[in-house]
């Protein structure tokens, strides 16, 4: 039996909101600004606000929800499979140390562009989740713009 996301969503959302809304402050706290390089990168994305932007590198693994029902739907639903190297929560960007690179930045940085076009995490959450429920994760529209503007060095 597969774990029905969209059937899932109304009462996961909320949870998964206000998760995000905290990694996102503690992003901000302690994470690291652009660097002069990185910043060209966050605009040539899109970004409105690159000075914003924050980063935080993790050794190994990127940090799942404590709560046991949307660690299950974001494992199953792989948007925190073993090949997930990065997630953007706003204007803050987990980077796993070993998969750094200007491709992946540029990804993440294009995910904050799709979250200031929203306005909140709220918002795009929303949008976001329900098109990872309706497309998979692979061919959701967000991931498609993601990855199309993906720049390599
Ligand atoms: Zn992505």
Same mark, same amino acid.
């Given at each position: 039996?597969?774990?029905?996301? *969209?059937?899932?969503?109304?009462? +996961?959302?909320?949870?998964?909101?206000?998760?995000?809304?905290? *990694?996102?402050?503690?992003?901000?706290?302690?994470?690291? $600004? =652009?660097?002069?390089?990185?910043?060209?990168?966050?605009?040539?994305?899109?970004?409105? *606000? $690159?000075?914003?932007v924050r980063v935080? +590198?993790?050794?190994? !693994? +990127?940090?799942?929800?404590?709560?046991?029902? +949307? !660690?299950?739907?974001?494992?199953?639903?792989? =948007?925190?499979?073993?090949?997930?190297?990065?997630?953007?929560?706003?204007?803050?960007?987990?980077?796993?140390?070993?998969?750094?690179?200007?491709?992946?930045?540029?990804h993440e940085c294009?995910?904050?562009? !799709?979250?200031? !076009?929203?306005?909140?995490?709220?918002?795009? =959450?929303?949008?976001? =989740?329900?098109?990872?429920?309706?497309?998979?994760?692979?061919?959701?529209?967000?991931?498609?713009?993601?990855?199309?503007?993906?720049?390599?060095?």
């Amino acid at each position: 039996m597969t774990f029905d996301l *969209r059937a899932a969503l109304p009462y +996961l959302l909320p949870k998964a909101i206000a998760w995000a809304e905290e *990694r996102e402050a503690e992003i901000l706290r302690t994470g690291i $600004p =652009l660097n002069e390089y990185d910043f060209t990168i966050a605009k040539r994305v899109g970004i409105a *606000r $690159p000075e914003r932007v924050r980063v935080v +590198l993790v050794d190994d !693994q +990127l940090p799942l929800p404590s709560d046991p029902e +949307l !660690q299950h739907a974001c494992v199953t639903t792989g =948007l925190f499979g073993p090949h997930m190297a990065g997630i953007t929560l706003g204007h803050g960007i987990y980077i796993c140390r070993p998969h750094a690179s200007i491709r992946l930045l540029s990804h993440e940085c294009r995910h904050v562009y !799709q979250y200031e !076009q929203a306005g909140s995490i709220a918002v795009f =959450l929303h949008a976001y =989740l329900h098109e990872i429920a309706d497309y998979g994760y692979e061919n959701s529209p967000f991931e498609i713009d993601a990855r199309v503007h993906e720049i390599r060095a």
